[in-house]
């Protein structure tokens, strides 16, 4: 499956930004999706997952109440709506794909779309 990774950009803390994720390539349907980020200098960490379904979606802590996933399989898209942005939250954003189940380990993901950068300033 191949993804594309877009909707990123430079807001102010407390602004908003939708990401989204466009997939091809297979049945979408089947695959669950992550979003990872990676900040310059830091480990890549999980932001949140959803199942090929929707039925079952995951969060980081650090992202809890303010961002939310979902997906549109007719459109093979999935979206991450960020809310509320701190600085903190600036990094690369990264969706990515695996069969069936969520995880948030990233090295458990088969394909990944290119990074889109979030650039929140204070």
């Known amino acids: 499956v191949q993804l594309q990774a877009s909707g990123g950009g430079l807001v102010q803390a407390g602004d908003s930004l939708r990401l989204s994720c466009a997939g091809s390539?297979?049945?979408?349907?089947?695959?669950?999706v992550g979003w990872f980020r990676q900040a310059p200098g830091k480990e890549r960490e999980f932001v949140a997952a959803?199942?090929?379904?929707?039925?079952?979606?995951d969060y980081a802590d650090s992202v809890k109440g303010r961002f939310t996933i979902s997906r549109t399989n007719a459109e093979n898209t999935v979206y991450l709506q960020m809310n509320s942005l701190k600085p903190e939250d600036t990094a690369a954003y990264y969706c990515?794909?695996?069969?069936?189940?969520?995880?948030?380990?990233?090295?458990?993901?088969?394909?990944w779309g290119q990074g889109t950068q979030v650039t929140v300033s204070s």
């Open positions: 990515a794909a695996r069969r069936w189940q969520i995880d948030s380990n990233w090295p458990r993901y088969d394909y």
């Open positions: 390539g297979r049945t979408f349907s089947n695959y669950a």
């Open positions: 959803i199942t090929g379904s929707g039925g079952r979606i």
